[in-house]
C-alpha cells in the first residue's frame, strides 16, 4: 500500500483551494494514475481551470459510481501544525486540507478499481468513479454539470459519496455504521428592508438597518416544532440500541421530553437539526458610513428544510411573521428536491453484509445529513445515492472537517481502499 500513500501524498499537494478551484491540475493527475492501469478515463472541462474527470471500469449498463469531489476549503496555512499541502506522515496520521473531504476517499476509491484491474476481476456490471470540481461551493461546474452534461451518468443505478462513516467510542471500539440516504433540503434566503436615507444625526423612523434587526430579531425568536420523520426515528432508535431505555421513552412520548432529553447528550445540537427545519442567520449587510442612515439592509440566513416540509408553506409561514413595511423575504435560489434512498438496493444491502463482516454486532443506521453533498444532484434525478466514507472515526476526529490540521489515520486510508474494493465484489462480481 506504499503507493497508494505515494499517491495520496501527491494528489494532497495539489491546492484545490476553492475558491477559485484550480481542479484541472488534479484531474489530469487521477487520469494519468488510472490510465497507465488501463482504465479509461476522460476530463471534461466545464470552465477554464475547472475540470471533472469520469473513469470507467467494465462494460454493460447498472453502473455503481463512486463519487468524491476534488476540490477543498482553503486554509489558513500559519495556523496549520503542518503545510496543509504538504501530504505530510506523522505520528500516524496522514496531515492535509482534503484528507477528510474527500480527497483521501477519493485516493481509496482510485485505487479500489485499480486493485480491481489489476487482479483481473470480472464484472457482471460496470465501476464507475467520477471527481467532481466545484462542491464546496454549490457544485454548478461539478456535479450538477456533469449530471447536465455527460447522459451516461443518468444511467448509473447507484452511488456512493462522501458522507457517514464508521463512529466510535471514547476507546475506540466502533459504536455504529452511519450511512446517509438523505439530507435535508437546502431554502437558504434574504430578508431585505428598505427605507429612506438621510444623515445619522436626525432619526427619522424609516431606517433600513433598523427595520432589519427588528425583523431579524422577530424570526429568530421562532423555533419550528420537532418532528421525528421516519428516517430519523430509524436512526435514533438504531444509534441508542438497548443501552438507553430512557432514551427510547423519551423518543415515543417526543415533543419536550425528547428536546429536554436531547439537551443532556453531546450530540444535541446535530441531533436537534434532524428533528426540525432550521435557518440560521448567517450575513449582515447594512451602511457604508457611520454618519449616513442606510437606504438598504440586507439578511441572510442558511435555511435547511427536512426532506417532507412543503418549502412554499414554509416561506408562507416565516412571512406571516414579517410586520415591517419595506421589508421582504425571498429564495436566493430555487428549492430543490432530494428524495430518501430506499433502504432496499443492492449497493446497500452490500455496505450493510461488508458491516456486519467487519464488525459483527454493530448496527448500521441509515441516517439524515444536515448538510448538503453532491448526491442531491442525483437524488434529484432519481438516483439512489449512499453517503458512506468507509474511516472509523472518533466525534473528535470528525470535527477536524474544513477544520485547522485536518488529519487522518494512515490506518483509516488503507482499511477504507480494501473495503471499496470488497464492495466491488460484493455489487459487481
Not at 486493485?115 to 468513479?129: C, F, I, M, N, Y
Not at 448526491?375 to 458512506?388: E, L, M, N
Request: proline share 7%.
Amino acid at each position: 500500500m506504499e503507493e497508494a500513500l505515494r499517491n495520496l501524498q501527491e494528489y494532497l499537494r495539489i491546492d484545490t483551494s476553492n475558491p477559485p478551484g484550480r481542479e484541472e491540475e488534479a484531474a489530469k493527475f487521477l487520469q494519468h494514475l488510472l490510465s497507465k492501469e488501463g482504465i479509461s478515463c476522460e476530463v471534461y472541462i466545464p470552465e477554464p481551470g475547472r475540470a471533472n474527470l469520469l473513469a470507467k471500469l467494465g462494460e454493460g449498463k447498472g453502473a455503481l459510481l463512486f463519487l468524491h469531489h476534488m476540490d477543498v476549503v482553503p486554509a489558513e496555512r500559519d495556523l496549520w501544525t503542518e503545510d496543509p499541502f504538504g501530504g505530510c506522515i506523522k505520528d500516524g496520521f496522514i496531515w492535509g486540507r482534503g484528507t477528510l473531504d474527500t480527497k483521501a476517499f477519493g485516493m481509496a476509491q482510485v485505487w479500489a478499481l485499480v486493485l480491481t484491474k489489476r487482479r483481473s476481476q470480472r464484472l457482471k456490471r460496470p465501476v464507475w468513479l467520477l471527481a467532481t470540481a466545484d462542491e464546496e461551493t454549490g457544485g454548478k461546474a461539478g456535479a450538477k454539470w456533469c449530471l447536465e452534461n455527460i447522459p451516461d451518468l443518468r444511467e448509473v443505478a447507484f452511488v456512493l459519496n462522501e458522507g457517514g462513516s464508521i463512529v466510535l467510542r471514547d476507546d475506540g471500539t466502533p459504536h455504529h455504521y452511519e450511512i446517509s440516504v438523505a439530507q435535508k433540503v437546502v431554502a437558504q434566503f434574504s430578508l431585505k428592508a428598505t427605507g429612506r436615507s438621510g444623515h445619522g444625526s436626525i432619526p427619522h423612523g424609516d431606517n433600513a438597518a433598523e427595520k432589519l434587526v427588528r425583523t431579524t430579531f422577530k424570526l429568530l425568536a421562532y423555533q419550528p416544532p420537532i418532528r421525528v420523520i421516519p428516517l430519523v426515528r430509524h436512526y435514533l432508535e438504531g444509534i441508542m440500541g438497548d443501552e438507553n431505555p430512557e432514551a427510547k421513552k423519551a423518543l415515543e412520548v417526543g415533543g419536550q421530553k425528547l428536546e429536554g432529553f436531547l439537551k443532556t447528550l453531546s450530540l444535541h445540537p446535530q441531533i436537534m437539526a434532524m428533528l426540525r427545519d432550521t435557518f440560521t442567520l448567517t450575513v449582515l449587510k447594512a451602511g457604508t458610513k457611520v454618519n449616513v442612515i442606510p437606504s438598504q439592509a440586507e439578511a441572510l440566513f442558511d435555511c435547511r428544510l427536512l426532506p417532507d416540509t412543503d418549502p412554499l408553506e414554509f416561506f408562507k409561514g416565516l412571512r406571516s411573521l414579517l410586520d415591517e413595511e419595506g421589508v421582504s423575504l425571498e429564495p436566493l435560489s430555487p428549492v430543490e428536491p432530494s428524495p430518501p434512498s430506499p433502504l432496499t438496493t443492492p449497493l446497500y444491502k452490500a455496505i450493510e453484509r461488508l458491516a456486519h463482516r467487519k464488525d459483527p454486532g454493530v448496527p448500521v443506521v441509515p441516517m439524515l445529513i444536515t448538510g448538503a453533498t453532491d448526491s442531491r444532484f442525483f437524488r434529484s434525478a432519481g438516483i439512489p445515492c449512499y453517503d458512506f466514507v468507509p474511516f472509523r472515526l472518533k466525534r473528535e476526529e470528525l470535527s477536524l472537517v474544513h477544520n485547522v490540521d485536518e488529519r487522518l489515520r494512515l490506518e483509516n486510508f488503507f482499511f477504507a481502499i480494501d473495503f471499496l474494493y470488497e464492495l466491488i465484489l460484493e455489487v459487481a462480481t
